[in-house]
């Protein structure tokens, strides 16, 4: 069964730890991205990669990182740096075909509460 | 960078009536407009796209309209359902970047 799958779909972090989402498909997908989505304002975009070994800030990259060692795998670290991370986290995943934007696939989403 | 606004917010509907809810975008250069509905707690889900070398796309009860000059495109609901109560996002995507900008959502109510 192909798709996007987040992990864990709860997870609660204390003051001053960082903490690691989640994100695998088998979709064969070369493109990942990481949205947060809060209330009334819609999917803002964190990172982004469109290849393995290299990946993009986006709007609201401050207080997160990431990597992308495999083609499958696009875990979202939330650092301490980020002081407001009680959110609903959001990976998607999507084909290329070169310059021509494609649709995005989205996981089911963690929810990530400050303790 | 490219900007999306998303209008109304909310949109309460009876069973039966038509609903629409609109964007406008920033960039000319988008060429690329999905729409997403995103019931409670789940995640988004695509229900149509359009490109911008067509004005207008259909698929059942859904329909979406693109007006480039004017730099807005538009969802309209036919013959809503309860089912159809979600919150549902606009998007745009410029050519070159796989990146999506996506509006502030709308929650249509249908009742």
């Known amino acids: 069964d192909g798709g996007i799958t987040q992990s864990p779909k709860y997870l609660f972090r204390k003051e001053g730890q960082n903490v690691t989402l989640s994100c695998e498909q088998n979709?064969?997908?070369?493109?990942m991205y990481w949205y947060r989505q809060d209330p009334g304002q819609g999917l803002r975009l964190i990172y982004y990669?469109?290849?393995?070994?290299?990946?993009q800030k986006g709007d609201i990259a401050e207080g997160y990182s990431v990597s992308r060692e495999k083609k499958e795998s696009f875990p979202l670290t939330v650092t301490s740096a980020q002081k407001n991370p009680t959110a609903f986290y959001l990976c998607?995943?999507?084909?290329?075909?070169?310059?021509?934007?494609?649709?995005?696939?989205f996981g089911d989403g963690t929810r990530l509460s400050i303790l | 960078g490219e900007n999306v606004e998303q209008h109304p917010s909310t949109l309460s509907v009876q069973e039966g009536d038509s609903a629409v809810i609109k964007c406008t975008y920033s960039?000319?250069?988008?060429?690329?407009f999905p729409w997403y509905k995103q019931e409670l707690g789940k995640r988004p889900q695509l229900i149509i796209d359009?490109?911008?070398?067509?004005g207008e796309k259909k698929d059942q009860r859904i329909a979406v309209t693109l007006n480039k000059t004017a730099k807005h495109f538009s969802l309209h609901i036919t013959e809503t359902q309860p089912e159809d109560s979600a919150v549902y996002f606009c998007?745009?995507?410029?050519?070159?970047?796989?990146?999506?900008?996506f509006g502030k959502g709308t929650m249509l109510l249908v009742s």
């Open positions: 998607a995943s999507s084909t290329r075909q070169g310059a021509i934007p494609q649709p995005q696939h």
């Open positions: 979709l064969n997908h070369d493109a």
């Open positions: 990669s469109q290849i393995v070994n290299d990946f």
């Open positions: 960039d000319s250069a988008s060429n690329y």
């Open positions: 359009i490109r911008s070398n067509v």
């Open positions: 998007a745009a995507s410029i050519p070159g970047y796989s990146t999506l900008t």
